[in-house]
């Protein structure tokens, strides 16, 4: 059996050959090590990131927690010692009060139900609850906590959320140059965004929900559009 | 108001009703047929007479709402599928080590029958075959199945599209699994795939599910009498029929992988 190589699509069952790589080899997502050799488990294409990283990109929209993932989330509980973070998994996550930055048992953070959280992911198995933190290794907050009133919750699929975050994202860019807008990606497929206006809110979300099929060339006439119905109005 | 005239009243709208719903269910299917007519019709095997199918259909994430769903017509029989998970489970469903696969097949009208049960539970039991279930404990996997019209073979098309939408979903699978029917005949001929037209002049049905790998037998479900022979050879018939399915998923993947 030849086996498919990077770039190619692959479907569950197809033997997968891990080409041009020394050393050790990561098996992300989509893929399974049985017996003899590696096995596709998702439709999707077969990519390699850095260090050896094999993975399928599928079109998944279901997310599944993996540790170190930074992902958004709304608090569902916020009473007791650990708060409940609903973040679109099988199981809601769990937060601590002091995971915060200038926590402490005298000092609770202000969060309440219905906040929107963005938060990374310090405990992710099959077999435990989620937990998030919404501070670094220092203890400082970074870009994570909770996010400020007036922006705009919105779902997509995980492979949108991959390619907005992306280090060359042409839709961001082409968007960032024409308008103001704060945009937080979390990798559970939910995008939180704010910007001057409900008006230009709706049409930039409409633009990111759009961008799931647009080839890169589109891009910057979508964009231009956009623009254009903005100021027509 | 006298009650008859009430009771003819009613049953007058009730009628109307179902006439609208009926005329609105059609023409979705119409447009969703011409849509995909140009698409891949007719590009089945004709060379081999015994092992072609009718020509199949498929678009995948139909519905908005499920983590994966497709809707597939073989022929003219079609089916509409959703898969949610994986997602909470029931304390009662709870299983520690694997997830909880449910199956759900709606009827094209009515409440769902004991025959419908019983599909309900041969589509379980073929996903859960093909699924990694292991890799979702404590969690529930749910595949729906809504038939839309039935002109023969509606388990192998519900099962191929509950695979479909298993594709769509994500969910970790060892390998894809398809479906094929054949019709065993008066004189003992096999008809592979056969419309309803055909099916009523046949003395049994086999339908046959297989895995991607090795094409075996992963389901077999038959009704009526036959003799072992004919069972072998519809079987050989159908796991090269099953080909064809198999082709035709990698080509849907390939399709939508563009977007990727």
Same mark, same amino acid.
């Given at each position: 059996?030849?086996?498919?190589?990077?770039?190619?699509?692959?479907?569950?069952?197809?033997?997968?050959?891990?080409?041009?790589?020394?050393?050790?080899?990561?098996?992300?997502?989509?893929?399974?090590?049985?017996?003899?050799?590696?096995?596709?488990?998702?439709?999707?294409?077969?990519?390699?990131?850095?260090?050896?990283?094999?993975?399928?990109?599928?079109?998944?929209?279901?997310y599944v927690p993996a540790k170190g993932e930074c992902v958004l989330g709304v608090v569902t509980n916020a009473r007791g010692d650990m708060f409940k973070v609903d973040i679109g998994s099988s199981d809601e996550a769990s937060v601590s009060y002091l995971a915060f930055e200038n926590a402490t048992k005298k000092n609770r953070p202000l969060v309440n139900v219905g906040d929107v959280l963005f938060g990374r992911l310090l405990v992710a198995s099959k077999d435990m609850e989620p937990e998030l933190v919404c501070v670094d290794s220092h203890g400082k907050k970074g870009?994570?906590?909770?996010?400020?009133?007036?922006?705009?919750?919105?779902?997509?699929?995980?492979?949108?959320? $991959?390619?907005?975050?992306?280090?060359?994202?042409?839709?961001?860019?082409?968007?960032?140059?024409?308008?103001?807008?704060?945009?937080?990606?979390?990798?559970?497929?939910?995008?939180?965004? $704010?910007?001057?206006?409900?008006?230009?809110?709706?049409?930039?979300?409409?633009?990111?929900?759009?961008?799931?099929?647009?080839?890169?060339?589109?891009?910057?006439?979508?964009?231009?559009?956009?623009?254009?119905?903005?100021?027509?109005? | 108001?006298?009650?008859?005239?009430?009771?003819?009243?009613?049953?007058?709208?009730?009628?109307?009703?179902?006439?609208?719903?009926?005329?609105?269910?059609?023409?979705?299917?119409?447009?969703?047929?011409?849509?995909?007519?140009?698409?891949?019709?007719?590009?089945?095997?004709?060379?081999?007479?015994?092992?072609?199918?009718?020509?199949?259909?498929?678009?995948?994430?139909?519905?908005?709402?499920?983590?994966?769903?497709?809707?597939?017509?073989?022929?003219?029989?079609?089916?509409?599928?959703?898969?949610?998970?994986?997602?909470?489970?029931?304390?009662?469903?709870?299983?520690?080590?694997?997830?909880?696969?449910?199956?759900? %097949?709606?009827?094209?009208?009515?409440?769902?029958?004991?025959?419908?049960?019983?599909?309900?539970?041969?589509?379980?039991? @073929?996903?859960? @075959?093909?699924?990694?279930?292991?890799?979702?404990?404590?969690?529930?996997?749910?595949?729906?199945?809504?038939?839309?019209?039935?002109?023969?073979?509606?388990?192998?098309?519900?099962?191929?599209?509950?695979?479909?939408?298993?594709?769509?979903?994500?969910?970790?699978?060892?390998?894809?699994?398809?479906?094929?029917?054949?019709?065993?005949?008066?004189?003992?001929?096999?008809?592979?795939?056969?419309?309803?037209?055909?099916?009523?002049?046949?003395?049994?049905?086999? @339908?046959?599910?297989?895995?991607?790998?090795?094409?075996?037998?992963?389901?077999?479900?038959?009704?009526?009498?036959?003799?072992?022979?004919?069972?072998?050879?519809?079987?050989?018939?159908?796991?090269?029929?099953?080909? %064809?399915?198999?082709?035709?998923?990698?080509?849907?993947?390939?399709?939508?992988?563009?977007?990727?």
């Amino acid at each position: 059996m030849n086996g498919s190589s990077e770039g190619d699509v692959v479907v569950p069952g197809d033997v997968v050959r891990l080409t041009g790589v020394k050393g050790k080899v990561v098996l992300g997502p989509g893929l399974a090590r049985t017996g003899e050799g590696v096995h596709a488990t998702k439709c999707g294409v077969l990519r390699k990131g850095g260090n050896n990283i094999f993975y399928v990109d599928s079109r998944q929209k279901k997310y599944v927690p993996a540790k170190g993932e930074c992902v958004l989330g709304v608090v569902t509980n916020a009473r007791g010692d650990m708060f409940k973070v609903d973040i679109g998994s099988s199981d809601e996550a769990s937060v601590s009060y002091l995971a915060f930055e200038n926590a402490t048992k005298k000092n609770r953070p202000l969060v309440n139900v219905g906040d929107v959280l963005f938060g990374r992911l310090l405990v992710a198995s099959k077999d435990m609850e989620p937990e998030l933190v919404c501070v670094d290794s220092h203890g400082k907050k970074g870009r994570l906590g909770v996010l400020p009133d007036g922006g705009f919750l919105f779902t997509c699929s995980l492979n949108l959320v $991959r390619k907005l975050l992306r280090p060359e994202c042409p839709l961001l860019e082409a968007l960032g140059k024409q308008l103001a807008f704060e945009l937080v990606v979390g990798l559970n497929g939910r995008v939180w965004l $704010r910007t001057g206006s409900v008006r230009e809110t709706l049409l930039v979300a409409d633009a990111v929900l759009a961008y799931q099929h647009l080839q890169p060339h589109q891009v910057q006439h979508a964009v231009d559009q956009l623009i254009y119905q903005l100021s027509s109005s | 108001m006298p009650r008859p005239l009430l009771h003819s009243l009613l049953s007058l709208i009730l009628n109307q009703l179902t006439r609208v719903l009926h005329a609105v269910c059609s023409v979705y299917k119409q447009n969703f047929l011409a849509m995909n007519s140009n698409s891949s019709n007719g590009t089945h095997s004709d060379d081999k007479e015994e092992c072609s199918v009718r020509p199949i259909l498929c678009e995948l994430g139909v519905i908005t709402r499920p983590d994966g769903s497709a809707i597939l017509t073989q022929g003219h029989t079609v089916v509409m599928s959703a898969v949610y998970g994986p997602s909470e489970v029931r304390m009662q469903r709870l299983q520690v080590d694997r997830a909880y696969v449910e199956t759900v %097949f709606r009827p094209k009208a009515g409440v769902p029958n004991t025959s419908d049960r019983l599909r309900e539970t041969i589509i379980r039991d @073929t996903c859960e @075959t093909a699924m990694i279930a292991t890799l979702y404990p404590r969690t529930t996997i749910s595949v729906i199945l809504q038939e839309m019209e039935d002109s023969g073979g509606l388990l192998a098309c519900s099962i191929n599209a509950s695979c479909l939408a298993l594709m769509d979903s994500g969910v970790s699978m060892k390998f894809l699994f398809a479906a094929v029917t054949c019709g065993v005949t008066e004189d003992d001929l096999i008809i592979v795939d056969p419309d309803a037209d055909k099916l009523k002049e046949c003395k049994a049905s086999l @339908t046959f599910a297989f895995d991607s790998i090795n094409k075996n037998v992963i389901a077999s479900y038959t009704s009526g009498t036959f003799p072992v022979q004919t069972y072998n050879n519809g079987l050989e018939k159908c796991r090269q029929a099953s080909d %064809f399915l198999f082709d035709f998923y990698r080509d849907i993947v390939r399709k939508y992988a563009s977007t990727l």
